[in-house]
């Protein structure tokens, strides 16, 4: 099985899709004149002066959903894999995919806004790829073929979201805690379980006020104290911004043969950390209260920034100013080892260990607790935030079945296929736990390519709405105004929330 599941991994994870994450992004910037760099004061703006409603969470709250889903174990284990097989470059890459990958979260967030809808049940807002892909071209002959995409979307997320991808992160948080204090991989699996059930059951707005309370607080901490690491260790800092570019374009003797190695590595674990063109952000940015949906497309292309610019970065920068890394050739640790920084043990294995003897440089004993505690709260939201994408898909696909006699307990819809997720889940989590590394890694990058192929491919289809919606948002901002979206006077059909939306705002400015 694991030979079969690498096999899968290495066609998914080909070459093609690496240039086309790239390709892509490259494109969505040149078409948005490189939204992701002219409109950064407004992404911090409205990030901070966003709006909110009983039925939409706030922008700030919707970008702390999304960084929980972007913020886990990619950040730390992500990073030191990324290094130990694609050399220091990788980090570059890394930089690059996320530089690019802005314009593309900015794009597919806002078509996410744009195509949203109301969950009859609960009154919170949804959307995601499996909305824009069925419902943009709806009024065309072309229709029945963008549902079928749709729903073979929404199957692809439910089954990465609820099943391949949470068992990444609860082996990272187990393989952390077993280092860092020896507790066993079963206690562990326990334990997330306990408290993961807790909070999934609380539905949309519960996974809001908790992610807006600990993601910020998580990521500052973080990237503060490995900050503060690197500084210690500034001496060499310039050595290692050196070996950084000049492994990532083969031009450093030792890494010359693994160039290749370091681009797959480095888009394939920025894409993974933060999940630009893999479709999850549009489900968390659907879920905000906003007048325009460029607001939240801002805002989305700002987390991309968050997750690798800060803290992978911190990351990346922690493991190679302290020696705690081990280049291998081969893409595996099997292979020989290319170059190392001195620091780690020989039988360490690839991943969070490498973060945490990097903190234990400072803090010797505490550094290893404190990555542990780290990847707990980093990947406990990620798992979160995972929960409500496969739920929300698999309302699509359920339709309106997912309305007719299923009573509704505390907010969220207490149907059998609904437990039936939620039990997946947790069984994920578990296995997880307690698998391989090297098997949990392998699911999950089958789940972010899967995801990737098909939504990548559906925006550059479908991209046309955000580029209309970024053009009016900026007019209506030039003339002084606070944008509001009409999507029929854009050109814009099938945005039926939004028809509504301008319809009822209309009726209460002639009612006052």
């Known amino acids: ?18 240039y086309l994450c790239l390709g892509a ?83 597919e967030c806002t078509l996410g806004q744009i195509y949203k809808t109301k969950d009859p049940l609960t009154g919170e807002y949804r959307g995601g790829p499996a909305y824009y892909l069925s419902r ?14 749709g729903l073979v979307f929404a199957a692809v997320t439910i089954l990465a979201c609820g099943l391949l991808l949470p068992s990444v992160q609860s082996n990272s948080m187990a393989v952390a805690m077993n280092n860092a204090w020896g507790w066993s991989e079963w206690w562990v699996a326990i334990g997330t379980v306990i408290v993961l059930a807790f909070v999934i059951i609380g539905g949309v707005k519960r ?35 050196s070996l950084i570019f000049s492994s990532a374009f083969g031009f450093d003797a030792a890494f010359g043969a693994i160039i290749g190695s370091a681009i797959m590595w480095g888009v394939k674990r920025g894409i993974y950390s933060n999940e630009a063109g893999q479709g999850t952000g549009p489900h968390a940015a659907a879920a905000a209260e906003v007048s325009h949906p460029a607001k939240q497309g801002l805002v989305q292309a700002f987390a991309v920034y968050v997750d690798t610019l800060f803290v992978c970065s ?47 440089t400072l803090w010797s004993g505490a550094g290893s607790s404190f990555v542990a505690i780290s990847l707990f709260f980093f990947c406990l939201t990620t798992i979160i935030a ?9 309302r699509f696909i359920m339709g309106k079945a997912s309305t007719v006699n299923m ?13 039936l997720l939620q039990a997946l889940i947790l069984v994920s989590v578990a296995i997880g736990a307690v698998s391989t590394a090297s098997d949990a890694w392998t699911l999950g ?10 939504n990548i491919i559906g925006i550059l289809i479908l991209q046309q709405p955000a580029y209309k919606a970024l053009r009016d948002y900026e007019r209506q901002k030039k003339a002084g105004l606070d944008p509001v979206f009409d999507p029929l006077a854009l050109g814009i059909p099938n945005a039926t929330f939004w028809e509504t939306y301008k319809r009822d705002k209309v009726t209460t400015s002639a009612e006052s």
């Open 407 to 419: 009573p509704v307990v505390r907010g969220t819809v207490g149907s059998n296929a609904t437990m």
């Open 207 to 241: 996974i809001a006020t908790f992610a807006s309370i600990v993601v910020p607080f998580m990521a500052i901490v973080y990237i503060v104290l490995a900050l503060v690491i690197v500084a210690v260790n500034a001496s060499v800092v310039p050595e290692m911004i």
């Open 445 to 454: 990058d089958i789940g972010v390519g899967l995801m990737a192929w098909l």
């Open 314 to 360: 911190a990351t990346g920068f922690l493991i190679l100013s302290t020696g705690a890394y081990r280049v291998f050739e081969g893409e595996s640790a099997d292979g020989a080892v290319i170059a190392e920084g001195g620091l780690l043990p020989s039988d360490v294995a690839v991943g969070p260990t490498y973060a945490q003897y990097g903190f234990d």
């Open 25 to 107: 992004g490259v494109y969505f910037s040149i078409r948005s004149r490189f939204v992701q760099v002219r409109q950064i004061p407004e992404m911090i703006r409205v990030m901070v002066h966003g709006e909110k409603s009983p039925d939409g969470v706030s922008s700030f709250q919707a970008l702390t959903m999304s960084l929980a889903g972007r913020v886990g174990t990619g950040n730390i284990a992500g990073v030191a894999t990324a290094i130990a097989f694609g050399g220091p470059g990788a980090l570059f890459w890394m930089w690059a995919v996320a530089f690019l990958g802005a314009s593309t979260s900015f794009v």
């Open 386 to 394: 995972y929960y409500y994408m496969a739920e929300t898909n698999l």
């Open 136 to 149: 943009a071209w709806s009024h065309t002959g072309a229709a029945p073929l963008f549902k079928i995409y």
């Open 1 to 18: 099985m694991t030979d079969f599941l690498s096999t899968l991994n290495s066609y998914i994870w080909s070459n093609a899709l690496v």
